[in-house]
């Protein structure tokens, strides 16, 4: 039976997951991810859940489709996911072409006992029952279930094969009507030109990219809903003061190419002790010599750092972060908690939401904890992400007032 008996309310979990490593190493990592996975799915006993992937078949799609194929089919029929009897998959497949492939993936399952559930066909322009399980995949954009698009290659001109875009769905769970929006924005392609301003060139690219989404999604061509948007938003600290904060009494030495005379790597010093190093910095590498700095209280002396949602502070809201940074972990199996040195680390993974669907989110009165933001895998190697998830229950006749509005009680 999902939900708690006596939690009132349909029981949500929202879970996204840059799933890109599980395809390079699929017989151990893969093994660990689904473990973990389902470990948050019995605890949390969902009602209505959606899983958004990124890098959904990692770096090399064509070699690693059979991995993907085994890993979808394990999804939806493990004993773990039994009384789930509704799932729709979307899976980006298409990835020869270069002007449509994100490598994005969108799972939804339906629990047994959820009654009133609805899909929006967007060509249609109407709500449709959901029944069965359906996967769809390859050319997604004829499929009226969902938008999705590609950034264009404008955006981030230097990443020719950037795969970054999204997917929304929209859906109608217990009279309240609500988007899904699956993510992946632009990364940091060189920690160096990352480190050169504040805030920097890449958090630029991602609040352009962010704030077309936003538009999108609430365009005049569909009725205004509440949103989630929950995948890799690749945010990251505002590099440049964390670097001063963490190297504030260092000397800095300048490496360049002999060549070009390019900036190649720069060398934190300190001012005394033996002139020891304390950060070694290169396009690719962040290598700071305490590790501890980013695990003490979960990291989170570090949040004054992460400003880039700040941008959205009135169009998207995020629960208190109390888990360590999301990315990069090491891939190495016995290494769940030690932080790759080729970034700094970051909470890339999140869970936002609009304002009215902050108003769904039920917040009992009693001491249960009913609403849960909080990472997965903590002890164990997911990867180099961590997914990320959030737990909550839409109260009892929340979305009432709209029922006749979003035509949910209608089977069309």
């Known amino acids: 039976m999902a939900g708690k008996a006596a939690s009132p309310g349909t029981a949500v979990l929202l879970v996204t997951a840059n799933v890109g490593s599980l395809f390079d190493d699929p017989e151990t990592l893969q093994k660990n991810w689904l473990r973990e996975f389902y470990q948050v799915v019995h605890t949390h006993k969902p009602h209505f859940m959606a899983l958004h992937c990124q890098e959904f078949g990692g770096k090399n799609y064509e070699a690693s489709m059979s991995h993907v194929d085994k890993f979808v089919k394990e999804l939806l029929s493990s004993d773990a996911m039994k009384e789930y009897s509704r799932a729709r998959v ?19 399952f339906l629990h047994e006992s959820l009654k009133n559930i609805y899909q929006f066909d967007f060509k249609a322009k109407k709500y449709k029952k959901v029944t069965g399980k359906e996967i769809y995949s390859d050319t997604l954009e004829s499929t009226p279930m969902l938008e999705k698009e590609k950034f264009p290659q404008d955006y981030f001109p230097e990443c020719k094969w950037s795969r970054k875009g999204f997917i929304r769905t ?8 609500f988007d899904l929006v699956n993510i992946h924005l632009f990364h940091d392609a060189s920690n160096l030109v990352a480190w050169e301003t504040s805030p920097s060139v890449y958090s630029g ?7 077309y989404v936003l538009d999108r999604i609430i365009d005049q061509r569909f009725e205004k809903v509440s949103y989630f948007v929950f995948g890799d938003f690749n945010f990251r600290l505002d590099s440049k003061s964390v ?12 490496v360049r190419a002999a060549d070009t005379n390019e900036v190649v790597k720069l060398v934190f010093r300190e001012s005394d002790n033996d002139r020891k190093v304390m950060l070694q910095l290169e396009k690719k590498l962040f290598d700071y010599f305490n590790q501890e700095v980013f695990h003490d209280n979960n990291g989170t002396a570090l949040l004054e750092f992460d400003k880039e949602l700040s941008v959205f502070k009135d169009r998207l ?4 972060i109390s888990f360590p940074p999301s990315y990069p972990y090491s891939e190495e199996s016995g290494q769940g908690q030690r932080y790759m040195n080729t970034r700094c680390p970051a909470w890339c993974d999140r869970v936002l939401m609009s304002p009215s669907a902050r108003e769904l989110i039920l917040k009992s009165e009693s001491e249960e904890k009913v609403v849960t933001y909080d990472h997965i895998g903590p002890n164990v190697c997911m990867g180099d992400h961590k997914p990320v998830f959030l737990a909550f229950r839409i109260a009892p006749g929340a979305g009432k007032p709209h029922a006749h509005v979003h035509k949910c009680c209608v089977v069309q």
């Open 205 to 211: 690219i991602r609040h352009k990219a962010l704030g």
């Open 317 to 320: 809201y995020e629960l208190d």
């Open 243 to 254: 670097v001063e904060t963490l190297c504030t009494k260092a000397t800095v030495q300048t």
């Open 90 to 108: 979307y899976l980006d497949e298409n990835f020869r072409s270069q002007e449509h492939f994100t490598a994005l993936g969108s799972f939804y």
């Open 170 to 177: 929209r859906w109608c769970v217990a009279d309240c009507a």
